[in-house]
């Protein structure tokens, strides 16, 4: 019985100390944004990108898909990554929406890993289920992806919020990328035309 116990305690461990990890980078993260907002602007990122040279798309990818895990938004990498490359939308488009794609699942499957899942659950098991049930009628798919091409909301939160109400993951993923893939869009291409007329 002692030997079956230990697993379990070193889980419930090593999830409370992801728990405090990813907590404590939301908190640093979103008060250096508040404090510092200038240092998160399209033109700083894009100025701090420029830096890493021949390996600029491996960190661009990288920063899309660890930013989820922040709650900052997207916005200002997607319009830094047009600022950089003006001639190649359609690269700054894949690599943005694959990097939301990574990291929105990421965000899916983190939150039912640490155990959320099974504490609203046990605390909240009326109300999760009326959420799961209302991501999982036709008009969730509608819901989701509205939610992540609307830029005034954090698209993070509803990765948790499906995670923890356990919406399919197919439906949540296709829903996430409508809505980002037009957003993304609207950014890289109007942004690019009027870039050209700035510049």
Excluded: N
Excluded at 119 to 124: D, S
Aim: contains cysteine.
């Amino acid at each position: 019985m002692v030997h079956r116990g230990l697993p379990t305690l070193a889980g419930k461990i090593i999830r409370h100390i992801c728990i405090a990890l990813w907590l404590a980078a939301i908190i640093s993260c979103l008060t250096a944004y508040l404090i510092h907002p200038d240092a998160f602007t399209p033109e700083q990122i894009a100025a701090f990108l420029v830096t890493f040279r021949g390996e600029i798309w491996l960190v661009y990818l990288g920063i899309s898909i660890l930013r989820g895990f922040t709650l900052l938004p997207s916005t200002p990498l997607v319009i830094a990554g047009t600022m950089l490359f003006p001639a190649q939308p359609f690269a700054v488009l894949t690599i943005s929406v694959i990097g939301i794609s990574l990291s929105s699942s990421m965000i899916y499957f983190f939150s039912d890993q640490l155990g959320f899942s099974s504490f609203f659950e046990k605390h909240r098991g009326d109300r999760i289920e009326k959420v799961r049930a209302r991501l999982e009628r036709p008009t969730g798919f509608a819901f989701v992806a509205l939610w992540s091409f609307f830029p005034l909301v954090p698209t993070d939160l509803i990765c948790y919020v499906a995670g923890v109400a356990r919406m399919r993951f197919a439906k949540f993923i296709a829903a996430l990328l409508a809505g980002e893939l037009v957003l993304c869009s609207i950014y890289i291409f109007l942004g690019r035309t009027l870039f050209g007329y700035l510049y």
